[in-house]
C-alpha cells in the first residue's frame, strides 16, 4: 500500500505541474485569462491581497463550501493551494514559455493552456488524494445534482466569472473562449481515460495515515 501511496503522490505532482504549464500559456496569450483567475484578480484589485493571496484565499472557501457538499479535503487539496502557484512562479520567472508572440501563435498558446489544464486536473483528481479545492467543490456539484461535468463546471466558471467581471477583473476574447469550452474540455479528457469522477474514491486526512501502515 505504501508503494501505491508514492504512485499517487507523483501522479499528482505532475498534475500540479502540467497545470501550472496550462495556466502560464494561458497568461502568455495575452487573450485574456481564465474565469477563477478573473475573478482572483478581480479581489486582488478591490483588496490589500496579492494575486496570489487570493487565490489562496479563494481555495480555502472553496475547501469549506466543498466540506458542506461531503467532499473531504485530501492531501491533494491542501497541496494544491500552495504548490500550483509556486510552479507558475518558477515556470514564469525562468521564461519557460515566452511572451513575445504574434496574434496566430497567441491562439495557439491559449489551446495548448486548455489542454494541459484539463489534463493536469484529470491527473490530480484521479490521484485518488482529494481534488483541488475549486474541483473538489465542482465533484461535490456533480454528485449532489447528479449532472454531467460540463454542467457543473460551466455553469461554476460563468459564474465567478461575472462576479469577476464585475470586481473589476481582466476580460478578453481568450477568456470568453475558456470560458465556453474548458467544461467541454475536461469532459472530453474524463471520457478519453475512461475516467468517471462520481466512481472515484478519494483518500482524506484520516485515510491517508491507515492507508501507508497497510
Not at 28 to 44: E, H, M, R, V, Y
Not at 50 to 79: E, N
Not at 143 to 171: H, S, Y
Request: proline share 3%; glycine share 10%; charged share 15%.
Amino acid at each position: 500500500m505504501y508503494k501505491d501511496i508514492i504512485k499517487k503522490l507523483i501522479r499528482l505532482f505532475i498534475g500540479f505541474i502540467v497545470v501550472a504549464f496550462g495556466i502560464v500559456f494561458m497568461l502568455n496569450s495575452g487573450l485574456g485569462l481564465s474565469p477563477w483567475d478573473t475573478f482572483q484578480k478581480g479581489i486582488s484589485d478591490i483588496t490589500f491581497l496579492t494575486f496570489g493571496q487570493a487565490t489562496q484565499l479563494v481555495g480555502f472557501v472553496m475547501i469549506f463550501a466543498g466540506y458542506i457538499l461531503r467532499v473531504k479535503p485530501g492531501l491533494a487539496t491542501i497541496c494544491n493551494m500552495y504548490f500550483v502557484g509556486l510552479f507558475i512562479d518558477i515556470i514564469v520567472a525562468k521564461n519557460i514559455i515566452p511572451t513575445d508572440i504574434n496574434q496566430f501563435t497567441k491562439y495557439i498558446f491559449l489551446f495548448i493552456g486548455l489542454i494541459l489544464l484539463n489534463y493536469g486536473i484529470y491527473l490530480y483528481i484521479s490521484s485518488g488524494l482529494g481534488a483541488g479545492p475549486r474541483d473538489g467543490f465542482m465533484l461535490g456539484l456533480i454528485k449532489r445534482f447528479n449532472v454531467k461535468t460540463i454542467v457543473a463546471k460551466t455553469a461554476l466558471e460563468v459564474t465567478v466569472l461575472i462576479i469577476g467581471i464585475l470586481m473589476g477583473g481582466p476580460f478578453g476574447a481568450g477568456t470568453l473562449i475558456i470560458t465556453a469550452s474548458n467544461g467541454f474540455i475536461l469532459q472530453r479528457v474524463f471520457d478519453v481515460m475512461k475516467y468517471e469522477p462520481n466512481n472515484q474514491k478519494h483518500l482524506s486526512f484520516n485515510d491517508l495515515i491507515p492507508a501507508t501502515k497497510k
